[in-house]
């Protein structure tokens, strides 16, 4: 029997989690189709709405300075309610596991190389990490995590002019892997508090990790470690830090593999099954079909069989240059489904800005679309009648510079799900 859905939503990013699961507020029938996992496992977990629109910031309100970008940037096409809108769709979501509904204005978390980056949402536990807290920080680091130097993130913070006495200390853990083992080793280790030997006795990982900290804190009255404290069990293994060290403990974004980012997608995979939403992943779509101007099905390659999904409305999310929904070899750039217009310079050099830091055109590179994320070809026109498209892979914003990408995706993948929904 052919696949048949109402709305068919291809890419399982954030994006097109939050397109289908805003379809689904209806009594649209949903599938989401995703090839790979999406880019939230390198991803930091945070939501960010708009910390440095055209160069400039960081700002505190990201709503005050939406009317300084672009006629052509997504915010300037959706508009302000449907930020809030995504962002809303985001906190029902993910309940008490983010933190920063309670305010329009952005939080400052701590970062990896020691920045103070303006976001939306942060996860709970990189809650006591706020630079707006005064209170004396301790920064953790092992010495068997190269990628993470503890000194230079306080040194950095320190710098930076934080309102607080910040100190960093290299550990090392309690218990010893590989040389080359992953965070998620070590976050497994936690979260099972697996026997180790500590001081001549048999103690938990977590009791040992306490103790091994505690003669550092020197009057910090919370500690921040990376990314790394537990993953199914993540706020029983802070609190319990919590309880040995009498400090607060959180952490500080890290990756990859990224465990806030693993964990906000395992959420939103949950949130799509409440939802009744059907997903099938681990294939990408290859091909296409139509009857004049309207998309009829996408081809999902299965092991070498094309399986046609149809639908009567489509949601492209399949990412940016990074998710591989916009493609680009030496000639040209192109959305690499549908082929859809982006538009870019015919000569490469052009792509590229030459100081490594200034405004580079590949940058914003992606698929048009108008105020309802109709795809439009190059005359301006909808590509198809029933494709529109959402997150990173629309062009417009330099999101990665001005610190918009997540909130791009919530705003975008919320008018592109409701709309598909609406128009069935
Ligand atoms: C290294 C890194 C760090 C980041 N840090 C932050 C941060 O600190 N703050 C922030 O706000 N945002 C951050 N982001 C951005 C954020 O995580 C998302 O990348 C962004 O929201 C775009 O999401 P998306 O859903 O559009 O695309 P993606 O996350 O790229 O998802 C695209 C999905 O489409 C699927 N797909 C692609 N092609 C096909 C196909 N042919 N068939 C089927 N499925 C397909 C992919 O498998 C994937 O599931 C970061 C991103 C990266 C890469």
Redesign the pocket.
């Known amino acids: 029997m052919p696949i048949r859905e109402d709305v068919v939503v291809?890419?399982?990013?954030?994006?097109?989690s939050m397109a289908a699961l805003s379809a689904a507020e209806t009594d649209a029938s949903v599938r989401l189709?995703?090839?790979?996992?999406?880019?939230?496992r390198?991803?930091?977990g945070?939501?960010?709405v708009l910390g440095y629109p055209n160069g400039d910031g960081p700002v505190s309100n990201p709503y005050a300075a939406l009317g300084s970008l672009p006629d052509d940037h997504p915010y300037s096409l959706v508009g302000e309610q449907a930020i809030r809108d995504g962002l809303a769709l985001f906190d029902e979501v993910t309940g008490d596991r983010y933190r920063g509904g309670h305010t329009d204005a952005n939080a400052l978390v701590p970062t990896y190389g020691g920045t103070v980056?303006p976001?939306a949402r942060y996860p709970e536990a990189s809650a006591a990490g706020l630079a707006s807290d005064d209170r004396p920080m301790l920064v953790v680091g092992l010495r068997s995590r190269t990628e993470f130097d503890a000194r230079l993130v306080a040194d950095h913070l320190s710098a930076a002019g934080v309102p607080f006495d910040v100190h960093g200390a290299e550990l090392s853990f309690p218990r010893e892997f590989r040389a080359d083992a992953k965070i998620t080793r070590y976050a497994k280790a936690l979260d099972k508090d697996e026997e180790v030997r500590f001081g001549g006795r048999s103690v938990g990982t977590r009791e040992a990790l306490a103790e091994t900290v505690k003669p550092r804190l020197k009057g910090a009255e919370r500690v921040g470690f990376p990314s790394m404290l537990g993953d199914e069990h993540a706020s029983e293994v802070r609190e319990e830090l919590e309880s040995q060290l009498g400090a607060e403990v959180f952490e500080i974004?890290m990756?990859?593999p990224s465990l806030p980012?693993l964990r906000l997608e395992d959420a939103l995979f949950s949130a799509l099954d409440d939802a009744g939403v059907r997903i099938s992943t681990g294939n990408?779509?290859?091909d296409y079909e139509t009857d004049g101007d309207e998309l009829q099905a996408v081809y999902v390659d299965r092991k070498r069989t094309r399986v046609p999904y149809h639908a009567d409305e489509f949601v492209l999310?399949?990412?940016?240059l990074?998710?591989?929904?916009i493609d680009s070899d030496r000639e040209r750039v192109r959305e690499?489904?549908f082929g859809c217009h982006v538009p870019h310079s015919s000569d490469r050099y052009d792509w590229f800005d030459e100081e490594a830091f200034g405004e580079h055109p590949f940058a914003k590179f992606g698929v048009v679309v108008d105020d309802r994320m109709r795809v439009l070809d190059a005359d301006d026109a909808p590509q198809f009648s029933n494709l529109r498209a959402?997150?990173?892979?629309v062009g417009g914003a330099d999101s990665t510079a001005e610190?918009s990408?997540?909130?791009?995706?919530l705003a975008t993948g919320v008018v592109a799900g409701r709309g598909a929904a609406a128009s069935i």
């Open positions: 291809v890419g399982g990013g954030l994006a097109g189709v995703s090839y790979k996992k999406s880019t939230l390198f991803a930091s945070l939501i960010d980056k976001t974004p990756g990859p980012g990408p779509v290859v999310a399949t990412g940016g990074v998710g591989k929904g690499s489904i959402a997150g990173a892979v610190k990408s997540s909130g791009v995706s």
